[in-house]
C-alpha cells in the first residue's frame, strides 16, 4: 500500500481534521481548572524548590504536559463543543493519564472497546465523530473509519508524524526499518503500519542479537523465534538485514536509541566497508524534543542528593517509565504512581508499581525527620497531578 498516497488523500477529505475548529478560547478556562497548577507555577519561580518544615521538594525542570499532549488534548476538548450532539469515539487513550480519559468518559467520548487485544470498531458507524490519539492510529484503522464515513480529527503529534515520514523513506528506498520500540505499544503498532519491511528491537540487547546475526550469521530458524512477532509478515533475516534504516518511538529512552543507532552504523560499516556505508545505513533523528528534556532534566535532578523520588504518570506511559530507570540506575529508592490517590497521607503508605512487576504497598513512606523528595512527571501527567501529590507530601511531613 502507498501510505503517503493514502495520508495525502486523507488530509484534503472534508471529513478530516488536524487542525482544531478554532475554539481554543472557549475550552481554555475547562483546561484550565482541569489540569493547570498555582503551587506548580510557585515552586518553578523559586528555583523548582520547596521547603515545608521538615519536608524539601526538589521538582525535575521539565516535566509533565508536552506541547502535543496540550495539543491533543485541547482538540478533544474543541471536538466535543464543535460537534455537541453527534456520537464522539477515540480509537484509545488520548495520552496515557487515567485522570485525563476519565474526563472524556465524562463528556461522553465513547473508548473503541477491545477484546482479546484486538479494538472492535462494530459500533462505529457513518457520521460519527472520532479522535485519533495523540501517539497515532494504524493505516488500517484510518482506512476503515474514512471508508466508512467517519469524521475523523487527528490528534497525532508531529513528532510522531515524522517518525511515520521516516519509515516511509526506508520503504521508498527499499531499506528495512529497525524500530527502537516496544512492539505492543500503541505508537509502535502505529508507526510499524506505515513501514515496509520492519523489526522492532526493544532494547540495545535485542539490536546486539540483530547486529551479531548480521555479521556472523546464524539459525534464521532461531532468529525468527526470538523475533517472530516483532517484524513484517514474511521477514527473513538473511534477505531483510542487508540495508537497515533505524527509527523509534518516540518516548524510548533517549541514551538508548542513540546506543542503538551506532551499533548498527558500526555494524554495516564493518560489514559492507564505509565506500558502500551509505548504500546499507540510513538514520534520521526522530528522538521527540519533550522526551529528552525530561530525560535530561532527571539526570540532574538525581545529581542532587535526595532521600526518595517519586515519578508520577501513566503505568502504560512509556516515557514515564524511562523516568523510572534513570532513577533506579543511580541507586535511589523510587516510586512509579499513577494518580495521586496511589499516596495515602494518613497512613503513610504508598500503592506504587515497581518497574516490571507488579503493584505494590510500601508502609512507612515517608521517613522520620528532614526528607528530600524528588519529583517528576511523564509528558502526560497534568500539572494538578503533581500539585495534589505535593500536597500530600506536605500534609505526611506535619503529621
Known amino acids: 500500500m502507498d501510505t503517503h498516497a493514502f495520508k495525502r488523500s486523507l488530509h484534503h477529505s472534508e471529513r478530516y481534521n488536524r487542525r482544531g475548529f478554532g475554539r481554543a478560547e472557549e475550552v481554555a478556562e475547562s483546561l484550565e481548572q482541569a489540569y493547570q497548577s498555582g503551587l506548580i507555577g510557585t515552586i518553578r519561580d523559586n528555583g523548582y524548590k520547596l521547603s515545608h518544615g521538615r519536608l524539601n521538594v526538589r521538582l525535575a525542570e521539565a516535566f509533565g504536559f508536552c506541547w502535543g499532549v496540550e495539543r491533543a488534548v485541547a482538540m478533544a476538548y474543541e471536538t466535543r463543543r464543535h460537534y455537541p450532539k453527534e456520537r464522539l469515539w477515540i480509537t484509545n487513550e488520548i495520552i496515557h493519564n487515567p485522570s485525563v480519559n476519565d474526563h472524556l468518559r465524562e463528556m461522553d467520548v465513547q473508548f473503541i472497546p477491545v477484546e482479546s487485544g484486538v479494538k472492535d470498531f462494530s459500533g462505529v458507524t457513518s457520521g460519527d465523530v472520532v479522535i485519533l490519539p495523540a501517539f497515532g492510529a494504524t493505516v488500517q484503522e484510518m482506512q476503515l473509519l474514512n471508508e466508512r464515513g467517519c469524521h475523523i480529527v487527528d490528534t497525532t503529534c508531529p513528532w510522531v508524524s515524522k517518525v511515520w515520514t521516516t519509515v516511509e523513506k526506508h520503504k521508498k528506498h527499499t531499506f528495512t526499518s529497525i524500530i527502537h520500540g516496544k512492539v505492543k505499544h500503541e505508537e509502535t503498532l502505529a508507526t510499524s503500519s506505515f513501514a515496509g ?33 516483532a517484524c513484517s509478515p514474511g521477514f527473513d533475516p538473511d534477505r531483510d538485514l542487508k540495508r537497515l534504516g533505524v527509527a523509534n518511538q518516540t518516548t524510548m529512552l533517549k541514551s538508548e536509541t542513540e546506543e542503538i543507532g551506532r551499533l548498527f552504523e558500526r555494524t554495516m560499516l564493518s560489514k559492507y566497508g564505509p565506500t558502500q556505508l551509505n548504500e546499507h545505513f540510513l538514520a534520521f533523528n526522530t528522538i521527540c524534543d519533550a522526551t529528552q528534556e525530561r530525560q535530561d532534566a532527571i539526570f540532574s535532578l538525581v545529581d542532587e542528593p535526595l532521600d526518595l523520588l517519586v515519578v508520577i504518570g501513566g503505568f502504560n506511559s512509556s516515557n514515564t517509565t524511562h523516568l523510572q530507570e534513570i532513577a533506579i540506575s543511580r541507586g535511589i529508592r523510587s516510586f512509579h504512581i499513577d494518580t495521586p490517590d496511589r499516596l495515602d497521607s494518613d497512613a503513610n503508605t504508598i500503592e506504587h508499581k515497581p518497574l516490571g512487576d507488579d503493584l505494590r504497598t510500601d508502609t512507612n513512606f515517608l521517613p522520620a525527620g528532614p526528607v528530600t523528595v524528588g519529583i517528576t512527571s511523564g509528558a502526560s501527567t497534568p500539572d494538578r497531578a503533581v500539585e495534589e501529590v505535593i500536597e500530600k507530601l506536605m500534609r505526611l511531613s506535619e503529621s
Open 197 to 229: 519491511t520492519y523489526l522492532v528491537v526493544l532494547d540495545l540487547e535485542e539490536a546486539q542479537l540483530v547486529a551479531d546475526y548480521i555479521l556472523g550469521g546464524g539459525d534464521s530458524a532461531t532468529f525468527m523465534e526470538r523475533f517472530a512477532k
